[in-house]
């Protein structure tokens, strides 16, 4: 059984607006600007029947919740949880972020660098306001989850805790906190295939297409960003079988030209200024059609973007596998970094040439000079390992990240090659029909 959780962010505060540290203080009201957002947010999610209803107890994540609530045509009731306090920042509460990072700048490179090892004293007191926070989000799973089980549930809570909430649902390290971007009113979609600890996908994170923002926006302080647009190819016969494919060369079905299509109507506003592919069809068909939009960028291939070779697997369906490999299959759906794929690869040669190639990408088009945004179009395992690495998780994570045909990733660069990548979004498939991931569930 699946339990399915919604983390949704509040609307813009007050301190939002004015760029100021909030934390645990709870004197931020919703703007009205923040009004709107969550009635978009409660028009969205208003046919979804929610067996748990949760907030944090700070104002600004209740009004959201509360307009989201009443808005529900199955009339949830709010439960409020200390669990889902925002991360303790006493020290810098009600400053502007300027101001912290002059007054502090010491502590604030630590923060924006190593989040994990910032530490604060209050009282006499040291603590750590990111570990705390992630063991805070764990306590909240280990108590919630298993009343949930096979249920839909609904968090309404902050930008630091529903990081963590996300983190530790994953084993994402903390190290990672500032990874995860989380925009006001945005959703977030885990299934958790039993209790916490158990396995969980990561179905979409920071959807904000609800709100009238197709992806994400990011204006850094200063200087120039890459930003990558990682997209899956649209839908092949094959997928919509089961049937594994790896790199056989199975063009795109008429499902998978209309899914590239709207994939290339979702961004046909965003300025495209380069295009990466895999030399496969599929892929290849994919950003053709996306760049339909943006006749001037020119696509190059890179063959370590080619899906995963499944050797002896390739063209058959589960049954057949299971037939001709006793157990191996279920092992790949157990422990994928375990198995080596009869006359094929195993998940960490996927690993290694996958994210050479995405490295050579961002090597390739980083300009401190100029903020560039680029398309690279993969498959469904290359944009896992590819995910699961920048977010500081290891080959054996493969499954808990979903990529829908023709979903959009989106990843900034606002540090230069060496500096830590932000994921604004993963798995967006709002532009192929709603919320949730609707596409085909096939193999690879």
Known sequence: MTTRVIIVRHGQSSYNAQRMIQGRCDESVITEKGREQANLLAKTLSKVNFAGFYSSPLQRARETADIIRQANQHNPSLTVLEKLREINLPLWEKWKKEDVQNQFPQEYKTWKEKPHQLKMEVDGKEFY??????????????VI???HQGETIFIAAHNGINRCLIMTALGIPPSH???IQQSNCCINVLNFTGNFGDSVQLESLNQTAHLGTPIPDFRPQKGSVLRLLLVRHGETEWNRMSRFQGVKDIPLNDNGRKQAQKAGDFLKDVSIDFGVTSPLSRPKETAEIILQHHPEVALTTKKDLEEI????????LEAEIEADYPGLLQEWKDKPETVQMPEGENLQQVWDRAIQAWQEVV????DPNQSKTGIVVAHDAINKVIICYLLGLQASNFWNIKQGNGAVTVVDYPQGVDGMPVLQAINLTNHLGGVFDQTAAGAL
Not at 129 to 142: C, G, I, K, S, T
């Open 129 to 142: 306001p990111v570990l705390d926070l992630y063991a805070q989000a764990q306590e909240f799973w280990r």
């Open 145 to 147: 989850i298993p009343k």
């Open 177 to 179: 906190y500032h990874s």
């Open 309 to 316: 070779s499944h050797g002896s697997w390739e063209g058959k």
């Open 363 to 366: 090597k390739e088009n980083l």
